[in-house]
């Protein structure tokens, strides 16, 4: 039998080593540079900011902050502890999409309370993985520097 920061960090590495960089490719790697800069600040922004301002500021940018967006969502989506408050008012969308922002801007301060330390817990397993596949990565070519970002 798993725990929940199991299941959490399983779902994380599914993301990132299934479905966002299954191959080591150089496209797959600029593409992991750009992920992994949007992931490793994502944790303290939470913090700072909350939930609903990151996801704003996410979708009004780029591509790659959509992705992280979408995998944090669809972990909420999944995960136990948050599962009850996801299937409220129709269900949490689950694309980077600003559907799922008035969802989320739709919650009690109690459901964003758990919703954020949900997210920032799913994030800091995201941020372990990618930088796991970033130096497994990084040694495969030894003439490259290791980007220095930690």
């Known amino acids: 039998m798993t ?61 790659v902050e959509h992705q992280v967006l979408e995998d944090a969502l669809l972990w909420l989506r999944r995960s136990q502890v948050t599962q009850g408050v996801c299937n409220q008012r129709d269900g949490l969308p689950t694309g980077a999409e600003p559907a799922s922002l008035q969802w989320l801007l739709g919650c009690s301060a109690q459901e964003i309370a758990l919703l954020e330390a949900e997210a920032e817990a799913y994030l800091g397993w995201l941020k372990r993985v990618v930088e796991g596949l970033w130096k497994e990565w990084a040694q495969q070519e030894p003439h490259e520097e290791n980007d220095g970002a930690a």
């Open 3 to 63: 725990n929940l920061d199991q299941e959490c960090g399983r779902h994380a590495a599914e993301r990132i080593l299934d479905t966002r960089f299954p191959n080591f490719s150089d496209d797959a790697k600029n593409a992991l540079k750009n992920y992994r800069s949007v992931v490793m600040g994502a944790g303290s922004y939470i913090r700072q900011a909350g939930l609903l301002q990151l996801a704003a500021f996410w979708l009004s940018k780029r591509e």
